[in-house]
């Protein structure tokens, strides 16, 4: 089983900047593809990035495109979410997935609070 902590929310102000963290453990080989979800009150939860383990292509939500980047330090089994230029409408629940053999792992979540 894949293991996932993420670190790295709180309360910014619109225009401001956060950088989530997440980091797996545990039967992390052959993981493919990681990513960052989030949830907002009454709201589905939606996908914000994803990477490829390998090779490192990346994949954007039209919402977040040229303001979030997500990057990966394979040695680390960590990714990041550098998350730019923040809105209230940015303020959910952040989750860490990871793919494995076609199967999802999830982390616990981190709070992201836009507001002035």
């Known amino acids: 089983q894949v293991q996932l902590v993420e670190s790295g929310g709180g309360l910014v102000q619109p225009g401001g900047s956060l950088r989530l963290s997440c980091v797996a453990s545990?039967?992390?080989?052959?993981?493919?593809?990681m990513g960052w979800y989030r949830q907002a009150p009454g709201k589905q939860r939606e996908l914000v990035a994803s990477?490829?383990?390998?090779?490192?292509?990346?994949n954007y939500a039209d919402s977040v495109k040229g303001r979030f980047t997500i990057s990966r330090d394979n040695p680390k089994n960590t990714v990041y979410l550098q998350m730019n230029s923040l809105k209230p409408e940015d303020t959910a629940v952040y989750y860490c997935?990871?793919?494995?053999?076609?199967?999802?792992?999830w982390g616990q979540g981190t709070q992201v609070t836009v507001s002035s």
């Open positions: 997935n990871a793919v494995r053999w076609g199967q999802d792992s």
């Open positions: 545990g039967t992390v080989f052959m993981i493919t593809a």
């Open positions: 990477i490829m383990i390998r090779g490192g292509i990346t």
